[in-house]
């Protein structure tokens, strides 16, 4: 007779995101603001100093009206599943990535706000607090008590709803399930999505949507060639949405790297 | 061996030297961002019990069903409820935050209830025979509404205004279409239910007609770009005219009218008072099938007969010598002051019930605060793509502040009738008719109205539930009339931003990212020679204000894209011409 041990099932959490049904209504974006205590622009904040976890983009195909076409697409972190390049370059290791669940993890106490790995991020998916978190008087009623509001001088990204899968995790050790087995969890922008383009699961699992969405043909990431192999899967049946996320380098053969 | 002074100084210099290789320091800057983590002027989430208490969003006319997560007794957060038979479980972006509006800094807190009820009174007293005493309500179709109905008739010159609607009594009803041609209509962005509009999307092919790429036209089928202010051509051109001078091909616009005749049902929508809208959809048999005859919501006996619906254009000029608008439920028509302002006579008292400053409290004497979503009980009616009546509460999830008037209350008072059971009797009276089903929201179930008791009909109300009338098979086919069309300007295309109080969050949308153009924001085409943020002002006939251009392709030359907001609509609501005016 031999004895089992039971071992963690890492998951690989990722998503599917369909840009053909995003409508670029910007749920997403204020469900993850809410979620994660994300605070209302500062009089100073723009489009470059604000904090959006999510960020819907319009896209376009590059001709002028009438012939122009749009698409929205939303950028988070990408999850990055190699190489992970704002882990590397932290000098303070307030970057990790959970081996139980793939996620990349910012940790603000340890952020010195150096912001080496907003350089980093080829995603432009990292948000710097400029300006310390402040709500509408009585509007602080409102935080989310899973989620701690960040300080001023940190940077700060898209965890998946980190908080959300602890839930989880405690809502199914309470009905007695080993906590050897992934949990079921969607992120804020997930549940918020009234067209249903954003979809996510364990990458790990070969019967999850996401798993079998992100092998179809029209799926593609992110600057695939740089080989940070993204957990975010974009899909789109349209050539010119799929080209522009290659951008590939000016002068550089397609997939070179190094261009 | 002799220690000197010298040895000291060394030993501690090596030793700072040596402290600072170590991690010492460094440590105690991530201990320095510990600290800073907890200082006081970064707010501690509150504690307590999490529950779930559900509720329907009254910020626009979907009234979509919300779960609130609360803590305690305080709402965190909203998401939509799935399983619902309409909003199917979504919500939009202003609904996810809805619960952040009783804080919004600019909302109205105060206001001198007295001396406006004085002022009224006296207005009453002082009115000549021709003169009336009217309520404009940009919602109708209200337990509220009936309230005013009620009052005003039996108030002597009483009159109930409501904005325009020619299609009344009348539903779209998506899930039959198969081909939708939509003029303008944001079907995509905010029209109708937006999760009823996307399951039944799966199943009709949609061609916009814009000049503007919408969000709704980048994810049509087919786009038609008309040259801006020939919408109504181009609609003329599908029902058999020519399609010269629309900037769109007479050979598509022939395939688009194939499609419209064989590929049905067919439905078009647009403004309701264009009759080009009304005979393309009499041409393809839209009728009975895709636009479908709606019961209303049962009433009590005892309502009946209220006063009657008048439109705007119905009420003489320099008539109104007390006007009340209604303009706390949210999501109603904002129509034009200038529209209003030639209704009123010499010294008329004109008052608003509001919670922002922005809308009619600019124009009004005077503006009086009322209850916001979700403080406010209120109760939904049909959206325009529900095929049958619907009667659903929106429950208050957050208790009002002290200060605050009820406009039926106001209202009710003036005219000395008691209204305040009339959600409850309204719902009895639905439970006396006893057809239809009602979702329960919590269990997701559904139950045949005739077996529940009212009070139990009442306690799934007040819990979030709706009831759904049953289709009426006897009923006619609707007829599409049309009011009296106005023009179609040439310069401005709107772009939903909102009505009212938003959450302030939705800066997420406007100024931490342009993926919606913000309050006093104009997109124009790149050759217009502005550059992004340029300031800059918007002039109509009507007036001027100072404006934020973003350059934008997807928007023709000659175009101006801005958001639709109170002040935009007064600006540009009666204007056929604007222009952008550098600084």
């Known amino acids: ?259 | 061996m002799t220690t000197t002074r010298r040895d000291l100084f060394k030993f501690a210099g090596g030793a700072a030297v040596g402290a600072l290789l170590s991690p010492a320091p460094w440590r105690l800057i991530t201990d320095t961002a510990l600290w800073s983590e907890n200082w006081p002027g970064i707010p501690r989430p509150a504690r307590g019990e999490i529950s779930a208490k559900f509720t329907n969003c009254t910020l626009c006319p979907a009234g979509c069903a919300v779960k609130a997560r609360c803590v305690g007794a305080q709402p965190v957060s909203l998401a939509g409820v799935a399983g619902h038979p309409m909003s199917r479980g979504a919500l939009c972006p202003f609904g996810i935050a809805g619960h952040h509006l009783p804080y919004h800094p600019e909302r109205l807190r105060s206001g001198p209830v007295q001396r406006v009820a004085e002022e009224v009174a006296r207005a009453m007293a002082a009115r000549q025979t021709s003169e009336y005493v009217a309520v404009f309500d940009p919602r109708p179709g209200r337990t509220a509404s009936w309230t005013y109905r009620r009052a005003l008739h039996a108030i002597p010159g009483g009159l109930y205004i409501r904005p325009a609607a020619p299609w009344s009594g009348a539903a779209v009803n998506l899930d039959a279409a198969r081909i939708v041609v939509s003029f303008g209509m944001p079907l995509l962005d905010g029209w109708g239910t937006p999760g009823n509009v996307v399951a039944a999307r799966e199943h009709f092919r949609l061609i916009q007609v814009e000049a503007v790429e919408s969000r709704t036209a980048a994810m049509a089928d087919l786009w038609l770009p008309v040259r801006p202010g020939q919408e109504r051509a181009l609609a003329a051109a599908l029902a058999g005219g020519t399609a010269e001078g629309t900037g769109i091909a007479q050979e598509l616009v022939r395939q688009v009218a194939g499609e419209l005749a064989t590929n049905g049902p067919a439905l078009v929508l647009g403004p309701a008072d264009w009759p080009e809208i009304a005979e393309l959809n009499r041409q393809c048999g839209a009728a009975g099938r895709t636009i479908v005859a709606r019961r209303e919501t049962p009433v009590p006996e005892a309502w009946q007969p209220g006063a009657a619906e008048t439109g705007w254009s119905a009420v003489e000029d320099g008539s109104l010598r007390v006007l009340l608008i209604d303009e706390g439920a949210g999501g109603g028509d904002y129509v034009p002051w200038s529209t209003i302002e030639r209704k009123l006579a010499p010294g008329a008292a004109v008052v608003a019930f509001t919670g922002t400053p922005e809308g009619y409290a600019r124009h009004a004497n005077y503006a009086l605060p009322v209850a916001v979503y979700p403080e406010a009980v209120d109760d939904i009616p049909a959206a325009v793509d529900s095929p049958v009546a619907v009667f659903r509460l929106s429950a208050s999830l957050v208790a009002p502040p002290e200060g605050l008037v009820s406009a039926t209350d106001f209202v009710s008072h003036l005219a000395g009738i008691d209204a305040a059971a009339a959600l409850r009797e309204r719902a009895d009276a639905i439970c006396a008719a006893g057809r239809g089903r009602v979702f329960q929201t919590a269990s997701g179930a559904v139950t045949a109205l005739k077996e529940m008791k009212p009070d139990d009909f009442w306690k799934a109300l007040s819990e979030g539930g709706c009831w759904l009338d049953e289709p009426d098979p006897k009923a006619p086919p609707p007829e599409l009339s049309t009011g009296a069309a106005g023009f179609t300007a040439s310069f401005a295309i709107a772009e939903t931003r909102g009505a009212g109080l938003v959450s302030p969050l939705l800066s997420k949308l406007h100024e931490e990212s342009h993926l919606r153009l913000g309050k006093h924001e104009v997109a124009l085409h790149p050759s217009s020679g502005f550059r992004d943020g340029d300031r800059a002002a918007l002039e109509t006939g009507c007036g001027r204000i100072l404006v934020v251009v973003r350059r934008d392709s997807s928007v023709p030359p000659g175009v101006v894209q801005a958001a639709a907001g109170a002040d935009l609509i007064d600006l540009c609501g009666a204007a056929e011409s604007a222009r952008v005016v550098r600084l």
């Not at chain 1, 390049?85 to 990349?104: E, F, M, N, S, Y």
């Not at chain 1, 400029?130 to 008590?145: C, I, Y």
């Not at chain 1, 969890?185 to 949507?209: H, M, Q, W």
């Not at chain 1, 798993?211 to 080989?227: C, I, V």
Request: charged share 25%; with cysteine; proline share 8%.
């Open chain 1, 1 to 259: 007779m031999t004895s089992k041990k039971e071992t963690i099932r890492p998951a690989r959490y990722g998503m599917t995101i369909d840009v053909d049904r995003c409508n670029g209504c910007g749920a997403c974006m204020v469900a993850c603001a809410v979620e994660n205590n994300v605070p209302p622009a500062h009089a100073g904040a723009n489009d470059r100093k604000g904090l959006t976890w999510i960020r819907v983009y319009k896209v376009d195909n590059g001709q002028d009206y009438p012939g122009k076409r749009s698409a929205f697409v939303p950028v988070l972190c990408q999850q990055c599943g190699s190489e992970t390049p704002c882990a590397h370059v932290c000098p303070q290791q307030a970057v990790d990535v959970d081996p139980a669940t793939g996620v990349v993890g910012q940790m603000p106490e340890r952020c010195l706000g150096c912001r080496y790995c907003m350089a980093a991020c080829p995603y432009h998916a990292r948000y710097f607090n400029w300006w310390d978190p402040a709500w509408p008087k009585g509007m602080e009623k409102t935080l989310n008590p899973d989620v701690a509001p960040r300080m001023r001088g940190v940077v700060e990204k898209c965890n998946f709803c980190y908080g959300r899968w602890h839930e989880a995790r405690q809502r199914a050790a309470a009905m007695g399930k080993p906590d050897t087995e992934p949990v079921d969890y969607v992120p804020a922008c997930v549940e918020a999505c009234p067209t249903g383009a954003i979809r996510f699961g364990d990458l790990n699992d070969a019967k999850s949507e996401v798993a079998r969405g992100a092998k179809e043909p029209r799926s593609f990431r992110l600057l695939e060639s740089l080989g940070t192999e993204p957990k975010i899967y974009y899909q789109s049946q349209r050539d010119w949405v799929r080209e522009i996320a290659s951008a590939p380098r000016p002068g550089a053969e397609k997939g070179n790297v190094n261009g």
